[in-house]
């Protein structure tokens, strides 16, 4: 079975940041694009980042651009979502994943494997 694992969620306050760390095995992530999707309590999981496997393309949703940051690191199969000037509604579950190329990346349906997921709290 195939594991992402996330890292770096918590409580901060609005305003405040936060780094959250994925890692994926090696074979899985040398290949594929990566993504953060996140899902509050009683809504859909829904996209908020996603790079291309060399890094070279990022995309963004609409009310993150510009506060968060996807980047990738290929030599530790580690993906980042660098996240600044929180809000109280970024409150939720964030989750990675991971997507072969040529898919959608702002669609849950391009991506093949899923982390448990990291709670990230904003308070205001």
């Known amino acids: 079975q195939v594991q992402l694992v996330e890292s770096g969620g918590g409580l901060v306050q609005a305003g405040g940041s936060l780094r959250l760390s994925c890692v994926a095995p090696?074979?899985?992530?040398?290949?594929?694009?990566m993504g953060w999707f996140r899902q509050a309590p009683g809504k859909e999981r829904e996209f908020v980042a996603g790079?291309?496997?060399?890094?070279?393309?990022?995309i963004y949703a609409d009310d993150v651009k510009g506060r968060f940051t996807i980047s990738r690191d290929n030599a530790k199969s580690t993906a980042f979502l660098q996240m600044s000037s929180l809000k109280p509604d970024d409150t939720a579950v964030y989750y990675c994943?991971?997507?072969?190329?040529?898919?959608?990346?702002?669609?849950?349906?391009?991506?093949?494997?899923w982390g448990q997921g990291t709670q990230v709290t904003v308070s205001s």
């Open positions: 790079i291309s496997w060399g890094g070279g393309t990022t």
């Open positions: 994943a991971a997507a072969p190329p040529g898919g959608n990346l702002a669609l849950r349906a391009a991506y093949d494997y």
């Open positions: 090696r074979r899985i992530f040398r290949d594929d694009a």
